[in-house]
């Protein structure tokens, strides 16, 4: 498969610009030009940086908020310097969000809000367009519903073509329903152009890489499962978790069926396929382990996933560099860190 040169191995800035405190003084505590070198000392060729759009556009005004921006714009020279490049993510949009379903029920069906998505794009494509020789962008941070595949790539394809306007050959991400489901890249188009790449984010097992997490339905927080899962561990929080039973793997059987040595393989093979039959590189911008998880089990599923990521020749960015549940750097993984970051 086409390797995807500059985005091979990476980390997500989760909880700046993203998922974090609009304060100003958490936006300029949270980040600093030490930690941008640090990622490039970890071996790292680019960053991954989320954004919500409240950062960078006031919805009222219909216009750009030029804080946010001055952010991004710190965050790119930053990565210059140090010889970094970045996938900017549209982690929210106006009316969709990965997390908040009542918040995003309408999005795919509202001519509006739509609207205001491609009308950011626009923006965020003219002004960073002269830096495609060291950026992507991703469009739209995990579209979960099955349901509306068809709506999805309609939109993709509007954003596509606003963005090319400005950027005419600037990488573009493209990941699936399903959260950017492995299992969605079989409903991704065929290119645009040349300059498209499909995306996935893998969390697979959720048992484990979501054990204990309390953002999701029915998981307990007292829940503990090892890597490589044990058999009677992962059937009893299957029957607990829907959410589970409903994801890439499916219900117990099928799962148990996938989980051995050649998971990873496995499991990605049909999203090699198809990114090998359009000529297109795959990337997955997401993956990682919450930090309730045992260290010595994190550590084994870093280097099973990084094995098949090495071996399809897949980028990656890991989630997430700091704090978020998963941050790397954090406390809980000071006894494998140096191991750890040779895996990412």
């Known amino acids: 498969m086409i390797r995807l040169d500059g985005y091979m191995k990476g980390v997500n800035l989760g909880g700046w610009l993203s998922q974090g405190s609009l304060e100003l003084s958490h936006i300029d505590s949270f980040i600093k030009e030490d930690d941008i070198k640090r990622i490039k000392e970890m071996g790292c060729d680019h960053l991954r940086l989320p954004v919500d759009f409240e950062n960078i556009y006031d919805e009222k005004k219909m216009c750009d908020n030029e804080i946010g921006y001055k952010y991004i714009d710190l965050c790119i020279s930053w990565c210059k310097k140090h010889g970094l490049n970045v996938v900017l993510d549209l982690h929210k949009a106006p009316g969709y969000v990965f997390d908040d379903f009542e918040y995003s029920s309408g999005f795919f069906k509202n001519e509006k809000l739509q609207g205001l998505f491609l009308d950011i794009w626009d923006r965020l494509s003219k002004r960073y367009s002269k830096y495609s020789n060291m950026m992507i962008f991703e469009m739209l941070n995990e579209v979960t519903s099955f349901d509306v595949i068809d709506e999805w790539n309609d939109l993709a394809l509007r954003c596509i ?184």
């Open 161 to 344: 073509k606003t963005i090319r306007k400005n950027a005419p050959d600037v990488k573009i991400l493209y990941g699936g329903v399903g959260y950017s489901s492995v299992k969605a890249v079989k409903f991704i188009p065929a290119p645009y152009d040349k300059n498209i790449v499909y995306n996935i984010h893998c969390y697979e097992p959720m048992a484990f890489s979501h054990q204990g997490a309390y953002w999701v339905d029915k998981m307990p927080l007292d829940f503990r499962i090892s890597y490589p899962v044990e058999e009677d561990k992962y059937r009893e929080i299957t029957e607990i978790v829907p959410s589970i039973k409903e994801g890439t793997l499916g219900d117990a059987d099928n799962a148990l069926k996938l989980l051995g040595d050649d998971f990873f393989i496995n499991l990605f093979k049909e999203a090699v396929e198809w990114a090998e039959k359009n000529n297109v590189s795959l990337y997955c911008g997401e993956y990682g382990v919450i930090d309730r998880a045992d260290t010595k089990s994190t550590l084994r599923w870093i280097k099973h996933i990084n094995s098949a990521f090495e071996h399809y020749n897949i980028g990656r960015a890991i989630w997430s560099y700091k704090k978020m549940d998963f941050g790397i750097i954090d406390d809980h993984y000071k006894d494998i860190y140096d191991e750890l970051i040779k895996y990412l």
